[in-house]
């Protein structure tokens, strides 16, 4: 995370300095009027860059093309710069076409990146802070920009936005490894036309990415026009843009700060997406009738600081519900090529309305208006297509939802959904894909099982758990649910262990999720004891770092009996000796405060470090113990558990010594510290108990004596 923070800040703090110095050099070489065949000519390359682009991110992935798209960039910013000292006009006409082009590919790219290392809910909040980070380092681009340009010269703001980039490449480098990433099979490439038959609300994204940069390019013309002839040109102009992006960056970061998470978390992502489209019309209006650069730029303004907060953070959202396959073929296509199309349509109205109307902007600032009007009606349509697609991508996914995201019917929706398609068999070919749809029978038998596991009734419940079998592992994530409900725990437990290895991975799942139940996490070791796989074994190691102490506890019980049953199994030493100094550790300040809520009946002693002592053990050294017997004899570890349960010192003595030999001197620090503190405490709780037991027995001997009842007196001695 602290990478892509970074890489975002650097990223952005490019985008707002290539803005000002695109600007600023192309209008200092160029009048405005040439501006509309620029932002057309630029828009074009974008498509066929997005085009290109798309193709390549599709077969690379985002992991391996965008820290070389970033180093590339930043090269060629390098070889920019020399261009702009031999040819000023045709060095201006690169720089612009690079800024937008190329520029837009790379941030489409970084967010694809983004999109593919989190999951529509983990998301919401991962994206804040990466927007978050973007939006200050666009704050502080804009402020070097301005500072090179004062110093050096405008042309060294180029040298500046090449070092940017490079930095982003050297940073992402170290995000290449990031889990769920795969290139595609060259031979099942997805289209953009089956990602749009799979999530047809695509279709209204770009519609809404058109309409909105069409109705931004109407706008920003009139707000260049303006302060190209209320400044002048040259490097004032450039400064100026410097300062104004700068300003612009501090409002996105105060609203990204304050407004983002609450707007996207109470308002939902689609009123995020629409207040751009609202701000255009509502701004564009307010420009229109009360005319002057002052509210023209407060209205351009405005426009920027919702983009790159709200708009931004509600539109990359999206994507999350769509497949990676999907998303790499068609978000560079609608982020780059919509977006440039947009900003040709907008320069196409520029164009027309400059030949009906010359030297009026009221025209264009209707037609502003009237485009993002259109863009808000769109974005109104994106809540129901976000959900459908949810429940698209659900397909190919372990199913594990939240219940708290969805109601019960939308629930049954997509698990209905998943299984007929999972039973489909796809055929995947480079231009068909089909299914068949499942018998009915199927289904129906699906939906009654489901029902039942969901009623409240626990023998229906139970009945249904009964019946399932290993094919049945789609109704997985139901189960670990009833793992929760003590009455019908062991029926889905022994449901699951019969569904096998195959959903391992749900599991693990269910049991490092903290935001799940505590009843359902500390009762999924039980399941997962009996699935071996190396998967398993390192879900279950990467529980001994949780939180919760009965979570540890089931979870070092389990990787203790899968470790003892199935040698070919195994773990790092030096990975175990870490697990069992950080529970050293994290036992230190509460020793003597861990309980277990789960009962563990007689017949269950697998459970028990100790089948003799039993309940009778302590919890903390039950659990140490248990981790300590994955690197140490079981049995001499098991002798020196027993051995610290006596009230023998020459025993407890003997233990102590032999921990200490064959621990590592680190272990050793932390354990026999705590292991004679231990003791002292029991021997001195020991001598507490026996002090107030002979003042028991004496206070009943004077009693007997006095009722004459030393009969009962040597009964209660015995």
Known sequence: MGLLMVASASMMAHQVAGKASRDGIFLSQFGISALPAMVTAAAIAAIVTSIVGSRILVRLGPHRLVPVSFALSGMVQIAEWFLLKYSARIGACVIYLHVVAFGALLLSCFWSLMNESFEPRSAKAAFAKISGAGTLGGLCGGLFAERVAAWFGTSDVILLLAALHLACASLLVGVAKVRGFRSQDSA???????????????????????????????????????????????????????????????????????????????????????SLPASISVGSLTALLVPGFPVLAAVRGSEIGLRGSLFRSGYELFYTAVAPGDKRAVKSLIDVGADRAGDAVGSAGVSVMLVVSP?????????????????????????????????????????????????DSATRSVLMRSVEMRSSGFVDHPRTR????????????????????????VSRAVRAAGELGPDDWALAPLLIDLLAWDEAMPAARDALKRMGVKITGVLVDALLDTERDFVIRRRVPRVLVDLPSPRCVDGLFTALQDGRFEVRFYAGRALFFLLKNHPGLSISPERAWEAINRELSLQRSGWSSHRLLDHRGSQETQWFFDDKL??????????????????????????????????????????????????PPATRQLLLPMLEADADIRSRRAVANGRALESLLATTGRINRNLNLEPLEAEVRQ
């Open 434 to 457: 089909t299914a068949v749809a499942p018998p009915p029978s199927a289904s129906d038998a699906f939906l009654r099982r489901a029902a039942d596991l969901r009623s409240n009734d």
């Open 359 to 407: 030297g009026r902007h009221g025209p264009i600032l209707a037609l502003a208006c009237a485009m993002s009007i259109i863009a808000l009606l769109l974005a109104m349509r994106l809540r129901r297509g976000y959900l459908n697609a949810l429940e698209t991508s659900l397909v190919e996914r372990a199913l594990e939802l939240d219940p708290s995201m969805v109601e």
């Open 188 to 274: 099942h490439e997805p289209r953009p036309i089956d990602a749009v038959q799979r999530y047809p609300f695509l279709l209204v994204l770009a519609g809404l990415v058109i309409a909105t940069s069409a109705g931004t390019a109407l706008l920003d013309f009139v707000f260049k026009a303006d302060a190209a002839q209320t400044i002048g040109r040259g490097a004032p102009l450039l400064r100026f843009f410097a300062f104004y992006y700068t300003a612009t960056s501090l409002v996105t970061f105060l609203l990204q700060t304050f407004l983002t998470r609450f707007c996207i978390q109470y308002a939902g992502l689609a009123v995020s997406a629409g």
């Open 614 to 663: 039993l309940d009778r053990a302590d919890r903390n050294l039950e659990h140490l113990f248990t981790l300590l017997a994955l690197l140490l004899p079981e049995g001499a570890v098991r002798i020196a558990f027993r051995a610290l349960h006596t009230d023998d010192p020459q025993l407890k003595g003997t233990a102590l010594e032999y921990l200490e030999s064959a621990t």
